[in-house]
Each structure stands twice: as C-alpha cells, then as structure tokens.
C-alpha cells in the first residue's frame, strides 16, 4: 500500500448497500446477503475498488474515534 495514502489523504463520500435478513428458528440467525460499497473523492470522482478497499480497512485499522 505504499504511495496510496498521497492520494486519499482528504475526505472521501462513501455510500454502503447491505441487504440482509433475520430468521427465527431455533436459534436466532442474522444473515447478510451482499454488501456493495461506492466511494468519491471530494471532486465526485469514482475511486478504484481496490484503492476504495484499501481506504476502508486503513481507516478501520487506524481510523480516528469520534464520541457523540
């Protein structure tokens, strides 16, 4: 991931579709039938999958914290 963060190091809109559902049953299941994520840069402009993927899991690993 070298040479990625000089791109995204601004804001980014990300938009997450989940479609999901809940069974009873004998136990209780959750199940999630896809996820499809878009993300822009701050110019409207789509970015790559594999770049948008990677901006996720760095701001999941190194993210900063926000309390309401």
């Known amino acids: ?3 990625l963060f000089k ?3 601004e804001m980014v809109k990300f ?3 989940v479609n999901c559902r809940w069974e ?3 136990e209780d299941r959750f199940y999630v ?3 499809m994520f878009r993300m822009k840069d ?3 402009k789509l970015v790559k999958e594999e770049d948008a993927a ?3 899991l760095n701001a999941i690993e190194n993210g900063e914290r926000k309390k309401k």
């Open 1 to 3: 991931m070298p040479g």
């Open 7 to 9: 791109y995204y190091t």
């Open 15 to 17: 938009q997450v579709d």
């Open 24 to 26: 009873d049953g004998e």
């Open 33 to 35: 039938s896809y996820i």
């Open 42 to 44: 701050m110019n409207g």
């Open 54 to 56: 990677k901006v996720l």
